[in-house]
T-cell receptor, first 116, second 114 residues
Framework: AQKVTQAQTEISVVEKEDVTLDCVYETRDTTYYLFWYKQPPSGELVFLIRRNSFDEQNEISGRYSWNFQKSTSSFNFTITASQVVDSAVYFC?????????????FGTGTKLQVIP | DTGVSQDPRHKITKRGQNVTFRCDPISEHNRLYWYRQTLGQGPEFLTYFQNEAQLEKSRLLSDRFSAERPKGSFSTLEIQRTEQGDSAMYLCASINRQGADEQFFGPGTRLTVL
């Protein structure tokens, strides 16, 4: 069964600090996709990134970066020089090829508060 | 705005009443998903449609819940005889094609059952 664990329930940082959000996943499938979504206070989930299981290259997009390590089944998300607008709940999610990518399993989320 | 709309945004109802929510996906998207999100949790899969066909339902979807997508466009989620435990945010998402594309989420319908 697929499972996503985000052990950090809440994180508070001061503006301009770097912060890493952890994501650990479980799957029996060798082919899968991992996602990160952002849910700001307004409530609408916003897609941030998708990675497939065969691509372990780290990715950087502006202040955001992602570290995918299959050896530890982790897909961590780092925000560099955090800003107040980064305050939100962040969800990691997993979708398996064996299920035809039909079902996406989300973690419980990490609430990030960036203090000015 | 992702292009997925949901109506209503908020619904307050008394226990035992029936409620119906609507989701309008992005027009060319053929897959549509319903999720439920409770406080402090991630979205939990309820069901999904490929065009008008409902292909999978979660065990979370009791017989009081029913979903339809009659013409493969908009979808409705009905809850009959609501219970206080049904209070949650109900999210709709759509995908353009098969595979692992990212889902586009609507703003959700927040249901409060008194």
């Amino acid at each position: 069964a697929q499972k996503v664990t985000q052990a950090q329930t809440e994180i508070s940082v001061v503006e301009k600090e770097d912060v890493t959000l952890d994501c650990v996943y479980e799957t029996r499938d060798t082919t899968y996709y991992l996602f990160w979504y952002k849910q700001p206070p307004s409530g609408e989930l916003v897609f941030l990134i998708r990675r497939n299981s065969f691509d372990e290259q780290n990715e950087i997009s502006g202040r955001y970066s992602w570290n995918f390590q299959k050896s530890t089944s982790s897909f961590n998300f780092t925000i560099t020089a955090s800003q107040v607008v980064d305050s939100a709940v962040y969800f990691c999610a997993l979708s398996e090829a064996a299920r035809g990518y039909q079902k996406v399993t989300f973690g419980t989320g990490t609430k990030l508060q960036v203090i000015p | 705005d992702t292009g997925v709309s949901q109506d209503p945004r908020h619904k307050i109802t008394k226990r035992g009443q029936n409620v119906t929510f609507r989701c309008d996906p992005i027009s060319e998207h053929n897959r549509l998903y319903w999720y439920r999100q409770t406080l402090g949790q991630g979205p939990e899969f309820l069901t999904y449609f490929q065009n008008e066909a409902q292909l999978e339902k979660s065990r979370l979807l009791s017989d009081r819940f029913s979903a339809e997508r009659p013409k493969g466009s908009f979808s409705t989620l009905e809850i009959q005889r609501t219970e206080q435990g049904d209070s949650a945010m109900y999210l709709c998402a759509s995908i353009n094609r098969q595979g692992a594309d990212e889902q586009f989420f609507g703003p959700g319908t927040r249901l409060t059952v008194l």
